[in-house]
């Protein structure tokens, strides 16, 4: 859908230097852009890619000016550049109805604004809120709730008494509410403890695909309002996870760990069980965590430690060759001046 340059200024929070009236048909990559399409720059780099294309706007933040191209001036182009995606590329919409595959039990309560696509099943005494879509696949289980404007792709499932907020987006394959780890001892065999507690997403929460979240052995594993988490995460029973909180691609929580808001915990760590993360902590990719972090602090490593404590033994862990080879000189040397 075209837009007007003004009108995409309004829209993205920016002022438009050059002819606010032009007609902008699409939004590209410098590199990909034709005449008539928006591009954006975050730094020197991407601006000058821009100013070369073929591109009749540039999204750029106050530092830069062009002789040559419309510019949409804003204070933080890659904010700006998200909006604008969405500008062009909306969300697909879902008539509601519900689809003649759909299984329903009676008793379950869906608003007349939902879309119930082909194949899923809804059980027992769920509730689902206005405008939710449940695209095709889907399994949502006894006594569920899902609020407003819940967006689930094909195949997830939902185990009973999930608890799911608003504006939440579920991807493909991703499993919520299934059984914790939990076995204990028992002359010889692993006994199964029951996992009877479920799993509760706060608003504006989304999930990508192919994540386990493991519903509570007692109680709840609960994920925050506003937190993003990404492909192939594993979630153990009882766990916390904070508002605004983002865990990256690979990650493992064990059990009963409490993380604070606003966490980041990038790609392949591994969390063990029943420790405290603070508020604002962030922990680097591939760390294993054993030990409670404190708000705000950097970790990393295995053991994961204090970033500053971690890096110094890297930077000596790197000056090992160098040490050995000067050990085996004075070696030789004192080997030399003992035989003479």
């Not at 294309?53 to 540039?58: E, L, N, P």
């Not at 404007?149 to 299934?178: D, K, Q």
């Not at 591994?270 to 993360?277: F, M, P, R, V, W």
């Amino acid at each position: 859908m075209p837009f007007t340059a003004a009108e995409i200024a309004r829209q993205i929070g920016g002022e438009v230097v050059g002819d606010d009236n032009v007609i902008l048909q699409g939004f590209a990559l410098a590199e990909h852009a034709r005449a008539g399409d928006l591009t954006f720059a975050e730094n020197e780099v991407f601006f000058a890619r821009a100013e070369q294309s073929a591109a009749t706007a540039i999204i750029a933040d106050h530092r830069f000016s062009s002789t040559g191209k419309i510019l949409i001036r804003v204070p933080n182009a890659r904010v700006a550049f998200a909006r604008a995606m969405a500008l062009f590329f909306p969300e697909r919409t879902y008539a509601a109805g519900i689809h003649p595959t759909a299984v329903v039990a009676p008793n379950a309560q869906v608003d007349a604004s939902v879309h119930i696509g082909p194949h899923c099943v809804v059980g027992e005494r769920v509730k689902i809120g206005a405008r939710s879509v449940l695209q095709a696949g889907n399994f949502v289980g006894d006594d569920s709730r899902l609020g407003d404007e819940v967006n689930l792709f094909p195949n997830v499932t939902l185990y009973s008494h999930t608890e799911v907020g608003a504006r939440v987006r579920i991807h493909a394959g991703t499993v919520v509410g299934s059984d914790g780890f939990g076995y204990v001892l028992d002359g010889g065999i692993h006994r199964k403890v029951p996992q009877i507690g479920n799993v509760v997403i706060g608003d504006d929460v989304e999930i990508g695909a192919n994540v386990a979240i493991d519903r509570g052995a007692l109680g709840s594993t609960v994920i925050g309002k506003g937190s993003k988490i990404d492909n192939l995460v594993q979630i153990g029973h009882n766990v916390e996870i904070g508002e605004g909180s983002i865990v990256i691609s690979q990650v493992g929580i064990a059990g009963s760990v409490k993380l604070g808001s606003y966490v980041v915990i990038a790609g392949q760590v591994g969390i063990a069980g029943h420790l405290k993360i603070g508020n604002q902590v962030t922990i680097a990719a591939k760390s294993g965590v054993m030990h409670d972090i404190p708000d705000g602090a950097t970790w990393l490593g295995i053991p994961a430690q204090p970033d500053k404590q971690a890096k110094r033994q890297l930077i000596a862990f790197q000056r090992l060759p160098d040490l050995i080879r000067r050990v085996n000189e004075l070696e030789r040397k004192l080997g030399e001046k003992s035989k003479e």
